[in-house]
């Protein structure tokens, strides 16, 4: 079948997405919102949204074109709508990021979040300029995402005391226990032909799993639109970004994803979808500070973990 004669093709989808819809069984779903998958711009919603917002997450590639997914924070209005389809970050990525210095002329995935509310933007585009202290992106796609399985957390607005980062080829016992004990991170993917990605991920503490150099996690039941597991079908290429916001750390992770299948409600997938998420490392980062929480509640229907 063509694939691009389809009302969901037609509508934005990409091959890699409608690869996994048909895998998932949710074409029909997915196409109900076939037009989340359209270009759109910024509306005044949107725009408002953002002028609020002290935290952004940013998917792209490092001078040496290694995928990373990294924080910038700011206070209010650090987040410009300049038009519907261009957005100016009056910020720049901080030394020690392995997107410091990021160069442009790329893709760029970005998701926008209020935890204390648990609403989201997620916005992808072109950097069209990269500077110390800003960056401007022209805008291609921006869609509101649900409140699922985001934690709500009241942050502070000063970040914690910044620690030399250290970088790796493998995870260290601290990194493990990060990962092993956090209820949120966000996952970057790219398809060379429709962008980057920045997508948030959540659950119980010890949703995501470590084995040995690699980790896992189970891709739990959402939009259907498979945005990240599409780009992850066409393209391996993945990072992550897990956020302690107890302790105010980071941990920056660079390498490749699959996707497994698997039957429906096997032991180990929590959210009985069939379908778990494996990562390979090859690059770690910690250390750079992120804002601490304040106040913190719990997603109150995350999937309860099966072991």
Not at 3 to 19: K, N, Q, R, Y
Not at 121 to 130: E, F, K, Q, W
Not at 149 to 177: C, F, G, H, N, W
Not at 271 to 277: F, K, P, Q, S
């Amino acid at each position: 079948m063509n694939t691009a004669s389809t009302p969901a093709a037609a509508a934005g989808f990409h091959p890699g997405e409608l690869a996994v819809q048909r895998e998932a069984g949710v074409e029909r779903q997915a196409a109900r919102l076939s037009r989340m998958a359209e270009p759109a711009g910024l509306s005044a919603g949107m725009a408002g949204f953002l002028a609020e917002r002290t935290f952004l997450v940013v998917t792209g590639r490092d001078a040496d074109g290694r995928l990373w997914t990294s924080p910038i924070a700011g206070p209010p209005g650090f987040l410009e709508t300049r038009s519907a389809t261009t957005l100016a970050v009056h910020r720049g990525i901080p030394e020690g990021d392995p997107l410091h210095g990021l160069p442009a002329g790329q893709q760029l995935g970005m998701t926008s979040i209020e935890f204390a509310t648990r609403r989201r933007v997620r916005i992808n585009g072109s950097l069209t300029t990269a500077a110390k202290d800003h960056l401007i992106v022209e805008v291609e796609q921006a869609y509101g995402n649900c409140p699922q399985y985001i934690q709500q957390r009241v942050l502070s607005e000063e970040s914690a005391s910044r620690a030399p980062a250290e970088k790796r080829a493998e995870l260290s016992s601290a990194d493990t226990e990060l990962v092993t004990t956090a209820d949120t991170f966000f996952l970057g993917t790219i398809n060379p032909e429709h962008g980057a990605d920045a997508s948030h991920r959540g659950g119980a503490p010890g949703f995501v799993r470590v084995e040995g150099n690699a980790l896992w996690w189970p891709d739990y039941p959402g939009n259907n639109l498979f945005n990240s597991l599409g780009n992850l079908a066409v393209d391996p290429e993945a990072a992550l970004l897990f956020p302690d916001f107890a302790s105010g750390r980071i941990l920056q992770v660079s390498g490749t994803a699959a996707i497994e299948w698997g039957e429906a409600g096997r032991t180990g997938d929590d959210g009985y979808t069939g379908r778990i998420v494996r990562f390979a490392v090859e690059r770690v980062v910690s250390g750079r500070p992120v804002a601490r929480q304040l106040a913190h509640a719990p997603y109150p229907r995350n999937p309860a973990l099966i072991n």
